[in-house]
């Protein structure tokens, strides 16, 4: 059979390449200066734009979309076609996805510090974004699907498995958890509301990190990791097993974020259950990927890629093994709202992800430029740097987790709490010192790959495109009977497509559809009732503050928090909350039950100096609340987009929305002018002291009456 020539074009790769180069070292200085800043509250220098509240999900967006991203789409432009025997079916699809997807990124960021944010975790991006997200996507998946639908090599490779199965899920996850009603151009409400947004928003949030974090590494170890060894990889039958029940068990798990909270016990049982049963798959692949380098150790030894992936392939496992263990209840209790889950989640993404790409860089650069790594040493000296910094930054979190952990549930013989809230603060802030330092040690690695890759790319010659020949595949093939099982799967990459998206939609529709149709999953509280004109929109300061980063909004029934911040949380209390805030950290106390816990002037007092109200806080000063004037233009429309949400304001409230929330702002402002504080009602701090004054009265005063709008 006559053989036709093509050639991969490595222009894309490339270009991905230094994109994931770029935005790794821009996301891992915020999250530095981010982490510095829990230590030396100073550094958020009073100013809106460089509040922990807004460089935290600046960094977490820039080093899971940005770096981590632009890492799956170097990985896959350069793997897909040497798999496949053919060049990606549209070069222009492929330029509109890179430039795409970079102005997303920046977009992104610029936004973020802006303050425009829907408050999800890892998915804070407003809803023009998220549209470009979807096109992007969609894109994407069409030069993908097209390219493997003209390929020469007739069965589909487990990365591309991986790749598909990453692609099919993330899409459904995006499109799903991004459902929300505009109210302007940069603002919507979520179309959920309390439980269901919670339940929905870690169902993405897990299966984004295990979508995008986890699947398509795994397609990269599976492509990069034999090549360097230059071994095959270690089981076909373990890569079958090793994708389709990762795929399937995954997408249960997310309730496991949301154990001991309002969500019903039968969702969170079976999060747990699906979580554990989460081990065997992972482990399956790890060792997968390390029997791969069976006879291959004294290579090991000597090359720095393989150190990158071996150590990467173990924090696999190791985070793997642990996010099980985390599922179980009373191991939660101890590590959720505290440092422990920023420990998990950073071994993941500093040794898994972060350690893979390097590793995936370093193997590519002297192919793309047709010379030789230019400093193997300085790769070594890096790998080094880079694993000593890991420890660095996750041991002081670990112990800072247990240390907050006994601090806080600890009592006095008499029965009372031992220890207040910020002794814990003061406490741990020497672990966070330490964390960062880790942290800077791992960016100092980072900046030595830098050097030596640019060394590497000007000391060779790029190679923009490889030829390369191969046979046309045949339309009339037809597999041997005693051919496996799988393999005809793989000669239908529509069909592969089609049964991934099935066995991941499993899972989310037994967990959601029940709690969003059976009410006696969210029971009703006749106190409950919407927020206020002004506590809405001090609701949203608090939202473009990015409060919900450290203060969490969801006392579990332990003895500890209820005798701390009051009583439990139920369902009900959430069901206007259009997004939920329950938070995933506590840096600050608990805020549920903080109505009416102080008097205005001193919320008044501590937004404008944290230190003066509680000394030894780590929390920002937020000077521009009290200069800013409420955007009193906008009540209307988010009135309306409320009702339309299905919260009850009356028919027509909207009209008269404006004159309630000049009336209660008044009433507030003349409140601290008894107290000595002038100030005009019409100031942005006082739609927030509205909102925290708000926050758990229903529950307090449940049975009195209480204005509805």
């Known amino acids: 059979m006559e053989l036709q020539q093509f050639s991969y074009d490595n222009r894309i790769p490339k270009l991905f390449a230094i994109a994931t180069i770029t935005w790794g070292v821009i996301g891992m200085m915020a999250g530095v200066f981010a982490a510095f800043q829990l230590a030396f509250p100073a550094l958020n220098m009073g100013l809106p734009y460089t509040t922990f509240g807004r460089i935290r999900p600046v960094h977490t967006n820039a080093v899971v979309f940005a770096f981590v991203g632009n890492a799956i789409f170097t990985a896959v432009y350069y793997s897909m076609p040497r798999l496949l025997k053919t060049p990606m079916w549209s070069n222009l699809l492929s330029k509109i996805h890179f430039w795409g997807w970079q102005l997303i990124i920046v977009s992104g960021a610029i936004t973020l510090l802006l303050g425009y944010t829907s408050s999800k975790e890892y998915a804070e991006l407003e809803w023009p974004i998220d549209v470009a997200i979807t096109i992007v996507w969609v894109l994407f998946g069409i030069n993908m699907m097209g390219t493997i639908l003209t390929r020469r090599e007739r069965h589909l490779y487990v990365a591309i498995w991986f790749f598909i199965g990453s692609w099919v899920t ?98 969170q049982s079976l999060g747990t259950a699906l979580s554990l049963m989460l081990l065997l798959p992972s482990w399956g692949g790890m060792l997968n990927g390390l029997f791969t380098l069976r006879g291959a150790w004294d290579k090991v030894r000597e090359d720095p890629v393989l150190k990158f992936f071996v150590v990467a392939v173990i924090c696999y496992g190791m985070a793997t093994f642990e996010g099980p263990m985390l599922s179980l209840k009373n191991v939660n209790a101890i590590s959720h709202y505290s440092d422990w889950t920023i420990a ?30 230019h400093s193997t040493k300085l790769a070594g000296t890096h790998f080094l740097i880079g ?92 597999a ?44 009703t509280i006749a106190s409950v009732k919407p927020y206020t004109p002004l506590e809405l929109q001090g609701r949203d300061i608090y939202v473009r503050e990015g409060c919900n980063n450290c203060h969490t909004q969801m006392i579990r029934p332990f003895r500890y928090e209820v005798a701390r911040y009051g009583e439990y949380s139920k369902a009900g209390e959430y069901v206007y909350d259009h997004p939920h805030l329950w938070g995933s950290k506590r840096t600050g106390p608990d805020l549920a039950r903080i109505g009416g816990k102080y008097p205005d002037s001193w919320h008044f007092n501590h937004m404008l100096d944290p230190r003066s109200m509680a000394p030894g806080s780590v ?82 005063a449940e049975g009195s009456a209480q204005q509805q709008p």
Not at 246 to 261: K, V
Not at 441 to 466: D, H, I, P, W
Not at 481 to 502: C, K
């Open 170 to 267: 993330i899409a459904m996850l995006h499109i799903v958890n991004s459902l929300e009603l505009p109210v302007s151009f940069m603002k919507s409400y979520s179309w959920y509301a309390g439980v269901q947004d919670a339940l929905v928003q870690w169902w993405y949030g897990h299966n984004a990190v295990a979508f995008f974090l986890t699947t398509p590494f795994l397609g990269i170890m599976y492509y990069f990791l034999p090549k360097a060894a230059n071994r095959p990889i270690y089981s076909y039958r373990l890569s079958i097993i090793h994708f389709w029940s990762l795929i399937f068990i995954y997408i249960w798990a997310g309730p496991h974020h949301l154990l001991n909270t309002a969500l019903p016990e039968w969702a």
């Open 619 to 700: 929390m920002p000063s937020y000077p521009w609340l009290f200069d800013d004037a409420l955007d009193e233009a906008s009540t209307n429309s988010k009135i309306y987009a409320m009702r339309k949400l299905g919260v009850p304001y009356k028919e027509g409230y909207e009209a008269v929305a404006v004159e309630d929330l000049k009336r209660q702002a008044n009433e507030i402002s003349g409140r601290l002018k008894k107290e000595k504080i002038s100030i005009p009602g019409n100031k942005e701090i006082i739609a927030l002291i509205a909102y925290l004054q708000r926050l758990g009265t229903d529950i307090k």
């Open 387 to 478: 694993t000593f910094g890991m420890i660095l930054y996750a041991v002081p979190m670990y112990w800072a987790a247990f240390r907050s952990y006994f601090m806080m549930s600890a009592f006095t013989p008499e029965g009372q709490l031992q220890y207040q809230f910020i002794d814990v603060v003061q406490s741990i802030v020497p672990f966070y010192i330490l964390r960062a330092i880790g942290g800077s040690l791992y960016l100092t690695g980072v900046v030595l790959m830098v050097y030596n890759l640019v060394k590497t790319a000007r000391q060779g010659t790029f190679v923009a495109s490889e030829e390369a020949s191969a046979a046309p595949l045949e339309k009339s093939y037809r």
């Open 344 to 373: 998990h989640v950073h071994i993941g993404a500093l040794g898994w992800n972060g350690f893979l790409t390097f590793g995936m860089l370093y193997w590519l650069f002297p192919r793309l430029f047709n010379t030789k790594l």
């Open 480 to 523: 041997p009977a005693q051919s496996h099982w799988h393999a005809r799967i793989e000669r239908r990459p529509l069909l592969l497509l089609s049964l991934s998206l099935v066995v991941v939609a499993i899972g989310g529709f037994v967990e959601m559809v029940p709690t969003f149709l059976v009410k006696e999953n969210v029971p």
